[in-house]
């Protein structure tokens, strides 16, 4: 079993910044690439970010690319996402998830364990 549990969610202005963060336990983390989706009212889940095991390699959605962030911290079990130039457009339920089948990490169907999500509102 693996639980996540995502935090940092909140309300900002457009142009400003959020760091969310997912912890991680249940089992070995340093061993499972990681990602992160969103999901916005009347929306599918989406896919943000994604690290490798070691994060050497991240992918990103195009329209997040230059702005967003992941990182990962195996030590202390944790994946960061670094959130700058925030737009309405960002407003949703970020959910961390562990991919946990064999895929590309741009697909959900990728991911096998998820979190509860945290908010992130972005005022215009």
């Known amino acids: 079993q693996v639980q996540l549990v995502e935090s940092g969610g909140g309300l900002v202005q457009t142009g400003g910044s959020l760091r969310l963060s997912c912890a991680a336990s249940?089992?070995?983390?340093?061993?499972?690439?990681m990602g992160w989706f969103r999901q916005a009212p009347g929306k599918e889940r989406e896919f943000v970010a994604a690290i490798s095991w070691s994060g050497g390699s991240t992918y990103y959605a195009d329209f997040v690319k230059g702005r967003f962030t992941i990182s990962r911290d195996n030590a202390k079990n944790t994946v960061s996402l670094q959130m700058n130039s925030l737009k309405p457009e960002d407003t949703a339920v970020y959910y961390c998830?562990?991919?946990?089948?064999?895929?590309?990490?741009?697909?959900?169907?990728?991911?096998?364990?998820w979190g509860q999500g945290t908010q992130v509102t972005v005022s215009s």
């Open positions: 249940g089992r070995t983390f340093s061993n499972d690439a």
């Open positions: 998830a562990r991919k946990g089948y064999s895929g590309s990490s741009y697909q959900l169907t990728s991911y096998d364990y």
